[in-house]
Protein backbone atom coordinates (compact mmCIF):
# COMPACT_ATOMS: atom_id res chain seq x y z
CA UNK A 1 0.00 0.00 0.00
CA UNK A 2 1.29 3.45 -0.71
CA UNK A 3 2.05 5.43 2.43
CA UNK A 4 -0.12 8.04 1.98
CA UNK A 5 -2.59 5.72 1.67
CA UNK A 6 -1.53 4.40 4.74
CA UNK A 7 -1.63 7.25 6.53
CA UNK A 8 -4.81 8.10 5.49
CA UNK A 9 -6.42 5.19 7.09
CA UNK A 10 -4.04 5.52 10.19
CA UNK A 11 -6.06 9.01 10.67
CA UNK A 12 -8.73 8.07 12.48
CA UNK A 13 -6.86 5.58 14.65
CA UNK A 14 -4.22 8.10 15.32
CA UNK A 15 -6.24 10.64 16.16
CA UNK A 16 -8.40 8.37 18.49
CA UNK A 17 -5.44 7.47 20.52
CA UNK A 18 -3.91 10.95 20.87
CA UNK A 19 -7.55 11.24 22.34
CA UNK A 20 -7.26 8.22 24.90
CA UNK A 21 -4.22 9.44 26.42
CA UNK A 22 -5.99 12.07 27.99
CA UNK A 23 -6.85 8.93 30.21
CA UNK A 24 -3.07 9.27 31.13
CA UNK A 25 -3.77 12.68 33.02
CA UNK A 26 -4.36 10.79 35.92
CA UNK A 27 -1.24 9.77 36.27
CA UNK A 28 -0.53 13.53 37.17
CA UNK A 29 -2.46 13.82 40.44
CA UNK A 30 -1.08 17.44 41.38
CA UNK A 31 -3.49 18.81 38.43
CA UNK A 32 -6.93 19.76 39.75
CA UNK A 33 -7.47 19.59 35.78
CA UNK A 34 -8.51 16.18 37.36
CA UNK A 35 -11.72 17.61 38.57
CA UNK A 36 -12.53 19.46 34.88
CA UNK A 37 -11.63 16.02 33.15
CA UNK A 38 -13.74 13.73 35.26
CA UNK A 39 -16.60 14.15 33.58
CA UNK A 40 -14.82 14.50 30.40
CA UNK A 41 -13.33 11.32 31.03
CA UNK A 42 -16.88 9.42 31.73
CA UNK A 43 -18.64 11.11 28.68
CA UNK A 44 -15.57 9.58 26.72
CA UNK A 45 -15.71 6.54 28.69
CA UNK A 46 -19.31 6.04 27.49
CA UNK A 47 -18.73 7.07 23.24
CA UNK A 48 -15.36 4.56 23.50
CA UNK A 49 -17.59 1.41 24.68
CA UNK A 50 -19.39 1.41 21.59
CA UNK A 51 -19.01 0.70 17.81
CA UNK A 52 -18.39 3.61 15.86
CA UNK A 53 -18.52 4.81 12.85
CA UNK A 54 -15.78 7.19 12.15
CA UNK A 55 -17.36 10.01 11.31
CA UNK A 56 -20.05 9.74 14.38
CA UNK A 57 -17.02 9.27 16.55
CA UNK A 58 -15.62 12.74 16.26
CA UNK A 59 -18.86 14.01 16.16
CA UNK A 60 -19.42 12.55 19.86
CA UNK A 61 -16.53 13.40 21.09
CA UNK A 62 -16.53 16.56 20.14
CA UNK A 63 -19.90 17.01 21.60
CA UNK A 64 -18.00 15.80 24.89
CA UNK A 65 -15.48 17.99 24.62
CA UNK A 66 -18.22 20.90 23.93
CA UNK A 67 -20.08 19.87 27.49
CA UNK A 68 -17.29 19.13 29.27
CA UNK A 69 -14.44 21.26 29.45
CA UNK A 70 -15.07 24.58 29.72
CA UNK A 71 -11.55 26.34 29.05
CA UNK A 72 -10.53 28.08 26.18
CA UNK A 73 -7.90 25.85 23.89
CA UNK A 74 -4.96 27.56 22.86
CA UNK A 75 -3.79 27.58 19.09
CA UNK A 76 -0.30 27.47 17.96
CA UNK A 77 -0.66 27.96 14.02
CA UNK A 78 2.22 26.22 12.12
CA UNK A 79 3.25 27.62 9.11
CA UNK A 80 3.35 24.87 6.28
CA UNK A 81 -0.06 23.33 6.42
CA UNK A 82 -2.12 26.23 7.86
CA UNK A 83 -3.29 23.91 10.95
CA UNK A 84 -3.70 24.75 14.00
CA UNK A 85 -2.36 22.60 17.40
CA UNK A 86 -4.80 22.82 19.86
CA UNK A 87 -3.76 22.27 23.28
CA UNK A 88 -5.38 22.76 27.17
CA UNK A 89 -3.56 25.90 28.84
CA UNK A 90 -1.22 25.33 31.03
CA UNK A 91 -2.25 26.01 34.42
CA UNK A 92 -1.54 29.54 35.80
CA UNK A 93 0.15 27.78 39.09
CA UNK A 94 2.15 25.74 37.61
CA UNK A 95 6.68 25.97 37.58
CA UNK A 96 6.82 27.07 33.79
CA UNK A 97 10.52 26.21 33.91
CA UNK A 98 9.12 22.13 34.65
CA UNK A 99 7.43 21.99 31.43
CA UNK A 100 8.43 20.20 28.65
CA UNK A 101 7.44 20.06 24.80
CA UNK A 102 7.80 17.57 22.59
CA UNK A 103 7.95 17.55 18.53
CA UNK A 104 8.20 14.62 16.97
CA UNK A 105 9.00 15.15 13.99
CA UNK A 106 10.06 18.65 12.80
CA UNK A 107 9.19 18.35 9.22
CA UNK A 108 10.84 21.88 7.91
CA UNK A 109 8.77 23.96 10.29
CA UNK A 110 9.26 26.03 13.23
CA UNK A 111 6.30 28.11 13.58
CA UNK A 112 4.23 26.11 16.33
CA UNK A 113 7.68 26.00 18.44
CA UNK A 114 8.48 30.26 17.92
CA UNK A 115 4.68 30.52 19.14
CA UNK A 116 4.70 28.06 21.73
CA UNK A 117 8.37 29.54 22.99
CA UNK A 118 6.96 33.45 22.28
CA UNK A 119 4.06 32.44 24.98
CA UNK A 120 5.80 30.09 27.09
CA UNK A 121 9.82 31.52 27.14
CA UNK A 122 10.62 29.09 30.50
CA UNK A 123 9.58 26.30 28.63
CA UNK A 124 12.06 23.63 27.01
CA UNK A 125 11.62 22.66 23.83
CA UNK A 126 12.69 19.49 22.27
CA UNK A 127 12.43 18.35 18.84
CA UNK A 128 13.08 14.56 17.05
CA UNK A 129 14.23 14.58 13.70
CA UNK A 130 15.79 12.35 11.46
CA UNK A 131 16.97 14.16 8.37
CA UNK A 132 18.72 16.96 8.64
CA UNK A 133 17.36 19.34 6.25
CA UNK A 134 14.08 19.65 7.71
CA UNK A 135 15.51 21.10 10.81
CA UNK A 136 14.48 24.62 9.65
CA UNK A 137 15.85 27.24 12.51
CA UNK A 138 14.22 24.61 15.48
CA UNK A 139 17.77 25.55 17.49
CA UNK A 140 16.77 29.02 17.61
CA UNK A 141 14.01 27.36 20.21
CA UNK A 142 14.74 24.18 21.34
CA UNK A 143 16.83 21.42 21.21
CA UNK A 144 17.53 19.10 17.93
CA UNK A 145 17.58 15.21 18.38
CA UNK A 146 18.81 14.10 15.05
CA UNK A 147 17.65 10.56 15.42
CA UNK A 148 14.71 8.46 14.48
CA UNK A 149 11.77 7.16 17.13
CA UNK A 150 10.48 3.99 17.61
CA UNK A 151 9.18 1.72 20.47
CA UNK A 152 12.20 0.23 20.38
CA UNK A 153 16.14 0.67 19.07
CA UNK A 154 16.60 -0.48 15.01
CA UNK A 155 17.89 0.45 12.07
CA UNK A 156 15.17 0.67 9.45
CA UNK A 157 13.75 2.14 6.67
CA UNK A 158 11.99 5.27 6.97
CA UNK A 159 9.79 7.77 5.11
CA UNK A 160 11.95 11.00 5.53
CA UNK A 161 10.21 14.52 3.96
CA UNK A 162 13.01 16.11 2.26
CA UNK A 163 13.54 19.39 0.77
CA UNK A 164 11.85 18.68 -2.60
CA UNK A 165 9.92 15.32 -1.76
CA UNK A 166 9.66 12.05 0.59
CA UNK A 167 12.28 9.83 0.03
CA UNK A 168 12.68 5.75 1.84
CA UNK A 169 15.97 5.95 4.04
CA UNK A 170 17.73 3.58 6.37
CA UNK A 171 17.17 5.37 9.45
CA UNK A 172 18.96 4.38 13.23
CA UNK A 173 16.08 4.37 15.34
CA UNK A 174 16.32 4.66 19.19
CA UNK A 175 13.99 3.54 21.72
CA UNK A 176 11.75 6.45 23.32
CA UNK A 177 12.78 5.69 26.60
CA UNK A 178 16.69 5.78 26.09
CA UNK A 179 16.09 8.84 23.69
CA UNK A 180 13.80 10.60 26.98
CA UNK A 181 16.69 9.82 28.99
CA UNK A 182 19.27 10.60 27.49
CA UNK A 183 18.37 14.11 25.57
CA UNK A 184 15.17 15.08 27.53
CA UNK A 185 16.02 13.55 31.26
CA UNK A 186 12.71 13.65 32.17
CA UNK A 187 9.74 10.40 31.11
CA UNK A 188 6.93 13.12 31.66
CA UNK A 189 6.34 15.27 28.84
CA UNK A 190 3.55 18.07 28.47
CA UNK A 191 3.14 18.62 25.46
CA UNK A 192 3.96 16.24 22.16
CA UNK A 193 3.10 16.63 18.56
CA UNK A 194 3.74 13.96 16.34
CA UNK A 195 3.75 13.56 12.42
CA UNK A 196 5.85 11.29 11.54
CA UNK A 197 4.84 10.00 8.25
CA UNK A 198 2.33 7.38 9.51
CA UNK A 199 5.09 5.78 12.10
CA UNK A 200 3.60 7.62 14.97
CA UNK A 201 0.74 4.92 14.88
CA UNK A 202 3.24 2.24 17.10
CA UNK A 203 4.78 5.12 19.63
CA UNK A 204 0.86 5.91 20.24
CA UNK A 205 -0.45 2.47 20.76
CA UNK A 206 2.58 1.75 22.78
CA UNK A 207 1.42 4.80 25.06
CA UNK A 208 -1.81 3.32 26.40
CA UNK A 209 -1.84 1.52 29.49
CA UNK A 210 -0.55 -1.88 30.17
CA UNK A 211 1.15 -1.52 26.53
CA UNK A 212 5.35 -1.58 26.39
CA UNK A 213 5.95 2.58 26.77
CA UNK A 214 2.92 2.57 29.38
CA UNK A 215 4.99 0.42 31.44
CA UNK A 216 8.60 2.01 30.96
CA UNK A 217 6.76 5.17 33.27
CA UNK A 218 6.25 7.31 29.68
CA UNK A 219 3.48 9.84 30.12
CA UNK A 220 2.35 12.86 27.79
CA UNK A 221 0.02 14.90 28.86
CA UNK A 222 -1.34 16.27 26.03
CA UNK A 223 -0.43 14.85 22.50
CA UNK A 224 -1.27 16.06 18.72
CA UNK A 225 -0.95 13.71 16.18
CA UNK A 226 -1.06 14.95 12.63
CA UNK A 227 -1.15 12.93 9.85
C1 LIG B 1 19.35 1.50 22.53
O1 LIG B 1 20.59 1.99 22.05
C2 LIG B 1 21.33 2.74 23.00
C3 LIG B 1 22.52 3.39 22.32
O2 LIG B 1 23.09 2.56 21.36
C4 LIG B 1 21.71 1.86 24.18
O3 LIG B 1 22.47 2.55 25.13
C5 LIG B 1 20.41 1.37 24.81
O4 LIG B 1 20.67 0.51 25.89
C6 LIG B 1 19.54 0.65 23.79
N1 LIG B 1 18.24 0.38 24.37
C7 LIG B 1 17.60 -0.75 24.20
C8 LIG B 1 16.27 -0.88 24.84
O5 LIG B 1 18.06 -1.68 23.54
Not at 75 to 100: A, Y
Not at 133 to 146: E, L, R
Not at 150 to 161: H, P, S
Request: net charge neutral; aromatic share 14%; glycine share 4%.
Amino acid sequence: MNSRLLNYHLYCFASIFGILLYIIYSHLKTSNYNDILFSYRQCLQKIYDKNHEPNSYILEYRQCVVENIDTNFEKFRMGRLNEDKVFLPMKSTFIQQKCIWLTVGIGGDDKVEELFKKKYPACQIFGIEAESSQYANFDKYGTIIPYGVGVKNETTELILRTKTNYKQTKVEVLALPYLLDKFVQARQIHYMTIDIEGFEFGILEALLPQNKLYKENIVFCQVIAFV
